[in-house]
């Protein structure tokens, strides 16, 4: 296994919800400064879903436009564990889901390019 390992995805029904998990390993643990949740759909673009900073006792977060109110990303510290809890899920939501890490010390919210470490993804598919 990889650093950061994805479950949780599958298929639902529009409206229905999905809970994902990323196990982290103890080195990703410890050295991430932020962890956040990325998707990519066929033909578009990888867009960043939501992101928490994990560095200390900061816990910010960020979600795009089209999953606030209805996403929430957090963690579990103990059990090295961040999860994706997504609500009111919709077609538009169907898309490759990946978490990563970026490293400390350094902004990471709204900036993909800062993390480094990646998972292999679930695949989420939302019917109509």
């Known amino acids: 296994q990889g650093d950061l390992v994805e479950s949780g995805g599958g298929s639902v029904q529009a409206g229905g919800s999905l809970r994902l998990s990323c196990n982290l390993s103890?080195?990703?643990?410890?050295?991430?400064?932020?962890i956040g949740w990325f998707r990519r759909a066929p033909g578009k673009e990888r867009e960043g879903v939501a992101q928490?900073?994990?560095?200390?006792?900061?816990?910010?977060?960020r979600y795009i436009d089209s999953v606030k109110g209805r996403f929430a990303i957090s963690q579990d510290s103990a059990k090295k564990t961040v999860w994706l809890q997504m609500d009111t899920l919709q077609p538009e939501d169907t898309a490759m889901y990946y978490c990563?890490?970026?490293?400390?010390?350094?902004?990471?919210?709204?900036?993909?390019?800062?993390?480094?470490?990646w998972g292999q993804g679930t695949q989420v598919t939302v019917s109509s």
């Open positions: 928490l900073v994990t560095d200390g006792g900061d816990r910010r977060t």
């Open positions: 990563a890490t970026a490293p400390r010390g350094f902004s990471c919210l709204g900036r993909s390019d800062r993390y480094t470490s």
């Open positions: 103890e080195d990703a643990y410890k050295s991430s400064g932020c």
